[in-house]
C-alpha cells in the first residue's frame, strides 16, 4: 500500500457533487455558491428554477414581487436571500514565540508501553518469513496475511511501524486457497468461494466485471418478488475518492447510473458543508434535485439488498472499510451472484468493480444500525416500498 492510499484510508466517510444535467432535467440552472440572483433562460419555467434552488414557485413570487408565473429570457429573479461571503482571511507574519518548557500544572502525555515480544520457534509451521520490499508498509504486509500491525510487532519485536527493505519479518503462514468455482461469465479475475472461517477482509477489485442484467436507468422487479441467482448492475461511473470523501463519491457514482453526471468535488460542499463525515441524511436532498429518491433504512439484510439490485436499484451502504471496528465508509452495492457467493461493491478506495463474500460483507455491516439507502426514481416509490416488504 503506498503512503497516499494509507492516508485516505485513515479516514474515509464523506459525500459529494453539486448538480449537472440528468434525463429530464437539461433545462435546469446549475447551483453557483453565494449566489443570490438567476438569469431567466430560454426553456426556464418558474417551477423548474424553484425546483432547481430548492425553493418553492411561490417564495420566488413573493421575493421578486411578481405578478403571476410568467418569465421572460433574461429577466433577472432573486432566488434566495442574500447569503454573505465570508470575510478573507488574513495571516499575520509576525513570529509568536513558543514556551520553553510545560506549564508546572500540566500533566505529561502517558508513555507507550513496550511492545511484548511473541516467542516462537525456529521450526513453529504456522509462520514463515517475508523480505521487506520496496513500498511495503508494515500495514500492508499485515493485511496481505492476514494478521495486523500490532500482531507483527510483537512477532518480530519492533519499537515503530517503520521497516527496511531487505528486513525479514515472521508472519503467519497462509493457508492454501479453496478451489476455485468456474469463472463468472464476463469477468477476467472471478472470486472463489470464501472459506468458512479466517479474518474479515475488506473488498477485493477484480480487473473485469460480471455479465450485466441492467444497463443504468432500468427498473425491472419480478412479477413474483424472487429473487435471481445473480444480478450486476452496468453504467456506473468511477473515481477514486479524495480524503474523507468516500459518501459524495458514492452519491457521485449513483446519481451517475441515472445519467446524472455530476462529480464528487461538487457534491463535497454540499453533503460535507463542515468538512467532516458526510450523514446519511444529506443523501435525500441532493438526488431529489434530479427527480429520484432515496430511503434510510436501518436493520438491513442481505436478502433486502438483493432485492432491490436485482429489480435495477443501487443501494449506497454503510460499513466498516475493511475490519469490524475500523473506519465508517460508504460503498454502493451493484450486484451478487450465489454461485460464488459474493456481493459485487464499487468501492472509492478500492475499485469500481469489487467483491465481499456474503459473511465478510454482513459482518463490515454490523456499525451504525446497518443501514443503507436505495436511490431510485421518485415514480417508482410504491414499488420499492413492496420489494422491501417481501
Not at 1 to 29: D, F, H, I, K, W
Not at 69 to 74: A, F, G, I, K, Q
Not at 113 to 142: G, R
Not at 331 to 345: E, L, P, Q
Request: hydrophobic share 40%.
Amino acid at each position: 500500500m503506498t503512503a497516499r492510499t494509507y492516508l485516505m484510508t485513515l479516514a474515509c466517510a464523506a459525500l459529494l457533487s453539486v448538480p449537472a444535467t440528468a434525463q429530464g432535467t437539461a433545462n435546469l440552472p446549475s447551483l453557483p455558491l453565494f449566489s443570490t440572483e438567476y438569469t431567466v433562460k430560454a426553456g426556464d419555467t418558474l417551477y423548474s428554477i424553484a425546483r432547481a434552488f430548492g425553493t418553492t414557485p411561490e417564495a420566488l413570487i413573493t421575493l421578486n414581487a411578481l405578478t403571476g408565473t410568467t418569465l421572460e429570457v433574461s429577466q433577472v429573479l432573486r432566488v434566495q436571500p442574500g447569503v454573505p461571503r465570508p470575510a478573507p482571511v488574513t495571516f499575520s507574519s509576525a513570529l509568536i514565540p513558543l514556551p520553553t518548557e510545560l506549564p508546572k500544572d500540566v500533566t505529561p502525555l502517558p508513555t507507550k508501553p513496550p511492545v511484548t515480544p511473541v516467542s516462537v520457534a525456529a521450526n513453529d509451521p504456522t509462520y514463515t518469513t517475508y523480505t521487506v520490499k520496496a513500498k511495503d508498509t508494515l500495514y500492508s504486509i499485515a493485511k496481505a496475511f492476514g494478521s495486523s500491525t500490532e500482531a507483527l510487532a510483537r512477532l518480530n519485536n519492533l519499537t515503530s511501524s517503520t521497516v527496511d527493505i531487505g528486513q525479514v519479518l515472521k508472519v503467519p503462514r497462509l493457508k492454501p486457497a479453496p478451489a476455485a468455482l468456474p469463472s463468472t461469465p464476463g469477468i477476467s479475475a472471478a472470486p472463489s468461494r470464501p472459506a468458512a472461517s479466517g479474518p474479515v477482509r475488506g473488498p477485493v477489485a477484480v480487473s473485469g466485471k460480471p455479465t450485466a442484467t441492467h444497463a443504468g436507468m432500468t427498473f425491472t422487479p419480478t412479477s413474483t418478488g424472487s429473487i435471481p441467482t445473480q444480478a450486476f448492475l452496468d453504467g456506473m461511473p468511477f473515481a477514486f475518492q479524495t480524503y474523507n470523501n468516500c459518501g459524495p463519491s458514492a452519491v457521485s457514482a449513483v446519481l451517475g447510473y441515472y445519467g446524472v453526471n455530476v462529480n464528487q468535488h461538487q457534491l463535497r460542499p454540499i453533503m460535507r458543508p463542515q468538512g467532516g463525515y458526510m450523514q446519511v441524511q444529506a443523501i435525500a436532498p441532493v438526488v431529489a434535485r434530479y427527480g429520484l429518491k432515496s430511503t434510510v433504512l436501518r436493520g438491513g439484510k442481505i436478502s433486502q439488498i438483493k432485492r432491490l439490485v436485482s429489480a435495477g436499484i443501487p443501494v449506497i451502504v454503510l460499513q466498516w472499510y475493511d475490519r469490524p471496528g475500523h473506519i465508517p465508509h460508504f460503498r454502493v452495492v451493484r450486484g451478487f451472484d450465489d454461485a460464488a457467493g459474493v456481493m459485487w461493491v464499487s468501492d472509492s478506495m478500492v475499485g469500481n468493480v469489487a467483491y465481499l463474500p456474503y459473511a465478510h460483507f454482513d459482518a463490515l455491516w454490523n456499525t451504525q444500525g446497518r443501514q443503507f439507502v436505495p436511490v431510485y426514481r421518485a415514480a417508482n416509490d410504491t414499488q420499492v416500498k413492496a420489494l422491501l416488504r417481501n
